[in-house]
C-alpha cells in the first residue's frame, strides 16, 4: 500500500481522485493550500503527490525544491487545469513524474500513479 498526498484546492477533484485511489488499495491524504501541503510533506513520508500549480495561498511549482528535500521524496505528478508550456517546462526541470490536465480521463491520471509507483 502506498501513501498519496493530494494538493489542489478542487474539493471534488480531490474527492473524486481520493476514492479512485483508495479503491486501488493505497492511503490518501487532501490538503487544499499550499501551506497545509508543506506541513504535510514535511511530517509524513508520502509515496507519490499530486499537485496542483494554482493554489490559494501560492504557486505549486515553487513548493517542487522542498519536496526534493523531504527525508524520502516523492515522486510528484503536477495536475492541473491550466496547461501552460513554460510551467510543464519548470515542471520537468525539477524532475516531476509527469504532468496531466485535470480534464484527463481518471484513467490517464490513475496510469500514471500506477507507473510512478512502480
Known amino acids: 500500500m502506498a501513501e498519496i498526498l493530494i494538493l489542489d484546492d478542487d474539493a471534488e ?4 481522485l ?5 479503491r486501488g488499495g493505497h492511503g490518501v491524504s487532501l490538503a487544499h493550500t499550499l501551506t497545509d501541503g508543506r ?3 514535511m511530517s509524513e513520508p508520502y509515496d507519490v503527490v499530486f499537485l496542483d500549480i494554482q493554489l490559494p495561498d501560492g504557486c505549486g511549482l515553487d513548493a517542487l525544491p522542498e519536496v526534493r528535500t523531504c527525508p524520502e521524496p516523492p515522486e510528484v505528478i503536477i495536475i492541473t487545469g491550466f496547461s501552460d508550456p ?19 480521463s481518471i484513467q490517464t491520471v490513475m ?3 500506477l507507473r510512478a509507483l512502480q
Do not use: T
Request: proline share 0%; charged share 20%.
Open 86 to 104: 513554460e510551467s510543464a517546462e519548470l515542471a520537468i526541470q525539477y524532475g516531476v513524474w509527469d504532468y496531466v490536465q485535470k480534464q484527463s
Open 18 to 22: 481520493g476514492d479512485h485511489i483508495q
Open 13 to 16: 477533484f480531490c474527492g473524486m
Open 39 to 41: 506541513k504535510r510533506l
Open 111 to 113: 496510469l500514471s500513479l
